[in-house]
């Protein structure tokens, strides 16, 4: 999308812009621009505030920003505090601190390191997280990987076809401090997971629907129904097997 007839946006410090199309846009301040963007980068380095949808080929915060529209962009990274109050259509998203999506998120690789809140719909093929989140609607991709550590994540739904979901390995003796300081114990609760190999540990579900299933420790479920394989740890809770 880079084009040299085009010019940058730089406000450093303090100050406001007209939308358009530019080569950078970059915020080191604080800074607000009004209208719909189009350009190569945009980076916000301050605080920064895109009133319109934006359209770039890389998108990153290492502040503190919002966009009101809707956002596309081949690259995506969040090492502050985001919040999008649109649709999010993006090749790949890293979210290392926070995230508030206020509508859908469509991404080819999806990867959480910090926290994250999707009030509709995750549709990604890949879905990868060693963070927490929330997802108020269906979480799809191919292959899902969660690794849980010290918080607990919430979806409504998961469907996929590899789903991995683990507790994250105890370093130094991190989990157990956390538990005596009174910090929930890391888990993932969800009404319905839908896939063909599911392996699962710390997660709550009302339904778990897959060809081959493994329910490991720490989990409670309500209905486990499969097709081939099935596999459960001594201490974990559920209520009813069905093979189908």
Known sequence: MYDSSKADLRINGSGSAAGGNYNVVKISGTGKISGDILCSEFHISGSGEANGNVESDSFKINGSGNVKGNLKSQEIKVNGSANFYGDIS???????????????????????????????DCNTEKFHSCGEFEIGG????????????????????????????MRGPNRHGVLKFLGLLGVHSPSLET??????????????????????????????????????????????????????
């Open 138 to 165: 269906l979480l799809n991709a191919d292959d899902i990987y969660v690794e849980l550590y010290w918080s607990r994540s919430h979806v409504k739904e998961i469907g996929g076809e590899n789903i991995r979901v």
């Open 90 to 120: 993006c090749n790949n998203i890293t979210i290392s601190g926070s995230s508030d999506i206020a509508k859908n998120l469509d991404a080819q690789m999806v990867k959480i390191n910090g926290s994250a809140k999707i009030v509709g």
């Open 191 to 244: 009404d319905s997971i839908e896939g063909d190999e599911i392996y699962l540990e710390n997660t709550t579900a009302k339904v778990v629907r897959g060809n081959n299933v493994t329910i490991g420790t720490g989990c409670s479920i309500g209905l486990v129904e499969y097709k081939g394989v099935y596999e459960k740890s001594g201490d974990t809770k559920v209520t009813e097997e069905r093979k189908i």
